[in-house]
């Protein structure tokens, strides 16, 4: 099982971006699946979850900015970000807390390999 995230770039404050991360592998299901930055110096914090059957939470600083979801049939989640701020800058892990693979192997804490973002003043 492989997470592979995607979207990163480099933004001007004020604009958006959206990130992916899909998963591979013979999966079954997914329960909660997050994003979680790192800023360059700083702890890994966490972004948003959202549950398999589409319940989100958010980090205060980013509540209303951002927005995560999820399509399971593709076994992928997304970050839409909006009205990005410098401080938004960091490297963005996706994340599973729990694969099932179709052979009813389970697999915990899976992360996906981290996309850069980049917000310039």
């Known amino acids: 099982v492989q997470l592979q995230a995607s979207g990163g770039g480099l933004v001007q404050a004020g604009g958006s971006l959206r990130l992916s991360c899909a998963a591979s592998g013979s999966i079954r299901s997914i329960n909660v699946m997050a994003w979680y930055r790192q800023a360059p110096g700083k702890q890994r914090e966490l972004v948003a979850t959202?549950?398999?059957?589409?319940?989100?939470n958010y980090a205060d600083s980013v509540r209303g900015r951002f927005t995560i979801s999820r399509d399971n049939a593709k076994n992928t989640v997304y970050l839409q970000m909006s009205s990005l701020k410098p401080e938004d800058t960091a490297v963005y892990y996706c994340?599973?807390?729990?694969?099932?693979?179709?052979?009813?192997?389970?697999?915990?804490?899976?992360w996906g390999q981290g996309t850069q973002v980049t917000v310039s003043s």
């Open positions: 994340n599973a807390d729990r694969v099932v693979t179709n052979d009813y192997r389970y697999n915990y804490g899976v």
């Open positions: 959202i549950g398999s059957a589409g319940s989100a």
